[in-house]
Nanobody
Framework: VQLQASGGGVVQAGDSLRLSCSAS????????MGWFRQAPGKEREFVASISFNSERTTYAESVKGRFAISRDNARMSLQMNSLKPEDTAVYYCAVGLRPYSGSDPGSYRYWGQGTLVTVSA
């Protein structure tokens, strides 16, 4: 099982960034996928999730209206607009245990390595 996240970088407040995550063949079939993030000194937190068929998306309140999650089979993206310094974190992609998975990290079975997003003021 392999999850590969990419797209992180250093941007200024107000800029946009697009993260991508590719899952190895068969890993994400019939499973939800999601993004989590972990800022320095803080616990990992939920960012967004998308159901196996892309019909249902869920967002953390802190990113609603700014971030958009999408997927095309085993490839998932996170479009991040109007970035803020508080969005600075390592972002992780994950594959859920079920077709629909929410914000609980325990409902995800596979995790990728993180990609660092740094937003300067």
């Amino acid at each position: 099982v392999q999850l590969q996240a990419s797209g992180g970088g250093v941007v200024q407040a107000g800029d946009s960034l697009r993260l991508s995550c590719s899952a190895s063949k068969g890993t994400s079939r019939n499973s939800a996928m999601g993004w989590f993030r972990q800022a320095p000194g803080k616990e990992r937190e939920f960012v967004a999730s998308i159901s196996f068929n892309s019909e249902r998306t869920t967002y953390a309140e802190s990113v609603k209206g700014r971030f958009a999650i999408s997927r095309d089979n085993a490839r998932m993206s996170l479009q991040m607009n109007s970035l803020k310094p508080e969005d600075t974190a390592v972002y992780y992609c994950a594959v859920g245990l079920r077709p629909y998975s929410g914000s609980d990290p325990g409902s995800y079975r596979y995790w990728g390595q993180g990609t660092l997003v740094t937003v300067s003021a």
